[in-house]
């Protein structure tokens, strides 16, 4: 009987995801657009996203603790509600500070619900499918971009920007509605995990190395992604393409990524999380240098289809990795702090992209973000016993064993 719920449980997730990424995503390429028309410069507007993603770290960071006092459905619902006034009142705004200050609660809502849905979707996964599991979740990027950077563009061009924030905030409510019908949490209440914050005196410090790495890999990688993020629209404003070149650009992508999405993770579960998480970090880089030639529309087509690529990739697969190496308990506290890596990585890239960008120029800039591809790929690949990144958590994982240890 629970093996039944937990079938009928992953289709909702995905729809609890998709909802999010088709905001998230049909948004993300025009806000720099919308801050320009507050009079922003690129230093400012990279501000703007940054502290949008200091937000969603925030969130991701809080959703275990939050976890625990409400119970994950209810803060799941709480958190999305909060989210559907905060995108209407976005397209009324009549300064800048306002549009930072209600994108923060929109990206703050929106970390929250994304990592509820990876903690019930780790829980809930087998793991002879995870990865594909995982990968069916991630699907709600390109869908997102597709379906929210198509509706964004034709809702802009059509009737300007207000009307657009208000239709994407009715799409954001059918979140919680349909959440608080249909979400069960088969896991029942969160449980308390052991205090990670001090780990075992038998870890050593070359235990640690391992989950080092890779967390500085996924924060180089998506670095490396979110700069290319935030160039994108900019570049594409200063060559004179409109809003809806910018969102038809990011829905194309969309449309290319979907294959990759799914049969990535699913290849992950065969050939390994390393190999897959290692292209997808080659991807990025990829993407940042054509960026640096850029001219004609397919160029910035392709550039956005590999940056999306490489997104979606590395938050399944990265999640899956860390899935299969931790138990529930652990998992739930820390499955958020992965994610949390990769939206620090948007704080960072999206403050320095924009001072930077000012100051020695967007070539200049993207010569350097292609080096942190580079460097994502050279911290993975000597890992080449994944059980490692458990020591930390889990001493009972060696390189020695094929499973955990028993008493």
């Keep these: 009987m629970e093996e039944q719920l937990i079938d009928k449980q992953l289709p909702y997730l995905f729809f609890y995801s998709f909802v999010i990424l088709f905001v998230g995503m049909g948004l993300m390429p025009v806000l720099p657009l919308y801050a320009a028309s507050f009079g922003a410069s690129s230093s400012i507007t990279g501000l703007y996203l940054s502290v949008i993603y200091v937000s969603i770290t925030l969130s991701t ?11 994950r459905k209810r803060l799941y619902i709480i958190s999305a509600a909060i989210g559907t006034p905060a995108l209407a009142l976005m397209g009324q705004a009549n300064a800048l500070w306002q549009v930072v200050i209600l994108t923060a609660v929109v990206w703050f809502s929106g970390g929250i619900c994304m990592a509820l849905v990876n903690i019930f979707t780790g ?7 995870r990865g594909r599991w995982f990968s069916v979740i991630s699907l709600g990027s390109p869908l997102g971009a597709i379906a929210g950077g198509l509706t964004a563009g034709v809702l802009i061009e059509i009737s300007g920007y207000s009307l657009m924030f208000f239709v994407i905030s009715l799409v954001w409510a059918t979140g919680p509605l349909l959440a608080a019908v249909k979400l069960v949490d088969l896991s029942g209440p969160a449980p308390h995990p052991p205090d990670l914050s001090d780990p075992p005196a038998s870890t050593m410090r070359r235990e640690r190395a391992p989950l080092l790495m890779l967390m500085g890999a996924i924060l180089l990688s998506m670095t490396t992604v979110n700069i290319g993020r935030l160039v994108v629209p900019l570049l594409m404003d200063s060559l004179q393409y409109s809003a809806g070149d910018v969102t038809t650009a990011n829905a194309i992508a969309g449309m290319f990524t979907l294959p990759f999405a799914y049969f990535l993770g699913t290849l992950s579960d065969r050939l390994g999380r390393k190999t897959v998480l290692s292209l997808g970090y080659l991807l ?6 054509i960026l640096i030639v850029a001219g004609p529309l397919w160029h910035f087509w392709l550039a956005t289809s590999l940056l999306m690529i490489s997104l979606t990739v590395t938050g399944s697969v990265a999640s899956a990795f860390a899935t ?3 138990s529930p308990q652990v998992l739930v506290r820390v499955l958020p702090w992965f994610t949390a890596v990769g939206f620090v990585a948007g704080v960072i890239g999206f403050s320095v992209a924009g ?21 994502a790929c050279a911290l993975i690949w000597p890992l080449h016993c994944e059980k490692q990144i458990a020591a930390l958590f889990e001493p009972a994982w060696t390189c020695d064993i094929s499973m955990r240890a028993t008493k």
């Design 61 to 71: 960071i809080l959703t275990g603790w939050l976890g625990l006092k409400l119970g």
């Design 123 to 129: 829980l809930y996964a087998g793991s002879e499918n």
């Design 284 to 289: 990025a880089g990829g993407s940042v240098v």
């Design 355 to 375: 001072v930077l960008i000012d100051s020695i120029g967007m070539t200049a800039l993207l010569g350097f973000t292609t080096v942190l591809a580079l460097l």
């Design 324 to 326: 299969d190496l931790l």
